[in-house]
């Protein structure tokens, strides 16, 4: 099974399908966008995930006209099938995932509104979150506002470089973050083993940005590597012995370390309320698994597969990597159960 943006060119058979619809579905249920919903049966069933957003993202006549904006990309189960002129009937040419882009209305931003900023890195080295000149380079690409300021974005990586070189302080966080959503992309990233998405794959957004003001916030678009998947291991890597996610970029490291309370309590309520568990991921399975047994099979024997590609694989290793958080962020059933 292969996976395609948009009709792009399929990448090579890298089991990738599954573990690219699974993450982001969990994101768009809650983990990783801003933890504003209050009804966690409601994120649980995947109800409206744009219920999500903060409240002033739709201060705008623009914005209030986007209906479902997924906050990630969203995938579609395809089987390919194609008929030449000199087929006398279409032929198989694979299972494959259909990716959504990532545009300003999936991530509910007004490109006309010069507040409205949406900005993506493409893997951006160590100084990604700390060197504000990046930004002037190929390394953060813009999608908005229409015509942007470096220096808007420019202020939160100055604050940024400014705690690693002890002349700023994380005590100042609610002038710069929207911090709810930080935390949960960092527990979304853990918890589906996403090691790409420190300094790629992720969005940066705000929709206050200025020079000198604003909060911004963080979710996640392609998640290709993630439970278990992980570029130079074709077998995988078991979750309790794969690390922190959040390792990759010394900010996130950083502030797993610092808002360590507010991070387990937020865990806490995620795994309480069942967003984070394995029945969740169960339905997740039979929501996506919608491929033809006959289907699945041709594209077996054209390209083959591997143990990683399979949903039982996507299971265990889920509810491995929930051991392992239970164990690193000190929750359990007795303790989840009491509150």
Not at 66 to 71: G, I
Not at 76 to 90: C, E, G, I, K, N
Not at 255 to 276: K, T
Request: aromatic letters at 12%.
């Amino acid at each position: 099974m292969s996976e395609t943006n948009n009709g792009g060119t399929p990448a090579a058979n890298t089991g990738y399908l599954a573990s690219d619809l699974i993450g982001m579905a969990l994101e768009q249920l809650g983990v990783g966008v801003g933890g504003q919903n209050a009804d966690p049966q409601g994120l649980a069933s995947g109800v409206n995930p744009g219920h999500i957003a903060p409240w002033y993202a739709r201060l705008n006549k623009t914005t209030t006209q986007f209906q479902q904006p997924q906050f990630s990309c969203d995938c579609h189960a395809l089987s390919v099938y194609f008929q030449l002129p000199t087929d006398s009937a279409p032929q198989f040419y694979g299972c494959y995932v259909l990716r959504s882009d990532n545009t300003n209305a999936t991530y509910l931003i007004d490109d006309s509104n010069p507040q409205h900023y949406l900005l993506q890195p493409q893997h951006g080295g160590g100084d990604l979150w700390t060197n504000k000149g990046n930004l002037s380079t190929a390394v953060w690409g813009f999608s908005s506002p229409a015509n942007p300021d470096v220096a808007v974005p420019g202020r939160l990586l100055d604050w940024f470089a400014s705690i690693q070189n002890g002349t700023g302080s994380w005590a100042d966080y609610a002038q710069y973050l929207g911090l709810g959503s930080w935390l949960d992309y960092l527990i979304h990233i853990e918890a589906v083993g996403s090691f790409d998405s420190t300094t790629n794959n992720c969005m940066l957004k705000s929709y206050t940005g200025t020079q000198t003001s604003g909060l911004w916030e963080i979710d996640s678009y392609d998640l290709d590597e993630s439970l278990g998947v992980k570029w130079g291991a074709p077998n995988g890597v078991a979750p309790d012995v794969t690390g922190w996610a959040s390792d990759g970029a010394n900010v996130f490291q950083q502030m797993r370390g610092v808002f360590l309370p507010q991070i387990q309590a937020r865990y806490a309520y995620l795994r309480r309320s069942g967003v984070l568990s394995s029945g969740t991921l169960a339905g997740l399975i039979r929501r996506y698994a919608t491929f033809r047994v006959a289907d699945l099979e041709q594209d077996w024997a054209l390209y083959g597969t591997n143990a990683i590609a399979s949903y039982r694989y996507l299971q265990d290793w889920f509810e491995g990597r929930l051991a392992w958080l239970d164990a690193q962020w000190g929750y359990s059933v007795e303790v989840g159960s009491d509150g």
